[in-house]
């Protein structure tokens, strides 16, 4: 239950980058295309991410790259919302990268949780989780109506740092804890 809470607040995370960055980006100065070329490099952040993210997570464990990765992606976050320029368009892509890339790995230890029901696994972590994430993003639509679009940005690291937690407490072995014992 606390792996499949964690995806959805992620997927909350992600979707509700989609959604704002645009529209904040257009209040930027940036014209409509500009605005999604962005946000495509930071689609394409995540996916090599994603790919690179499951190699680190094979080697030094699954739990922790999570943890990692998930805590990673706010600090570029930050800069992203608080840079111009170059430094912006960095921070974004860095944070895409970090944030995406353990969307693989989550799903990897459903299946390792539950290795006779992959089917439900991977429908919980990939149809459900990412469904109520989509979800979400309508409350921060409202939050974006009643204060700004900003104000709305700026729920995204909570988002993230729940996730974190309740990653901790997921029932999965470390693998740190295990190389320490050996």
Not at 63 to 76: A, D, G, H, Q, R
């Given at each position: ?47 090599a991410g994603q790919i690179s993210g499951g190699i680190i997570a094979d ?26 320029g170059i430094v912006s368009y960095l921070a ?91």
């Amino acid at each position: 239950a606390s792996l499949f809470a964690a995806s959805t607040l992620r997927a909350w995370a992600v979707f509700t980058a989609i959604a704002f960055f645009p529209p904040f980006l257009i209040s930027r100065g940036f014209d409509l295309f500009s605005a999604n070329l962005m946000i495509t490099l930071m689609l394409f952040a995540g996916v090599a991410g994603q790919i690179s993210g499951g190699i680190i997570a094979d080697a030094y464990g699954k739990k922790e790259f999570t943890i990692v990765s998930l805590l990673c992606s706010v600090p570029f976050l930050f800069l992203f919302l608080g840079s111009t320029g170059i430094v912006s368009y960095l921070a974004l892509i860095v944070f895409g990268f970090f944030l995406w890339s353990s969307f693989a790995v989550t799903v990897a230890m459903s299946h390792e949780i539950l290795p006779s029901r992959v089917g439900r696994a991977s429908g919980l972590m990939l149809g459900v989780a990412i469904g109520a994430g989509g979800i979400g993003v309508a409350i921060n639509g409202m939050i974006a109506d009643v204060f700004s679009i900003t104000t709305a940005l700026y729920t995204i690291p909570v988002l993230i740092a729940g996730a974190a937690v309740l990653m901790l407490i997921v029932r999965y072995p470390w693998n740190i804890l295990d190389r320490a014992r050996h």
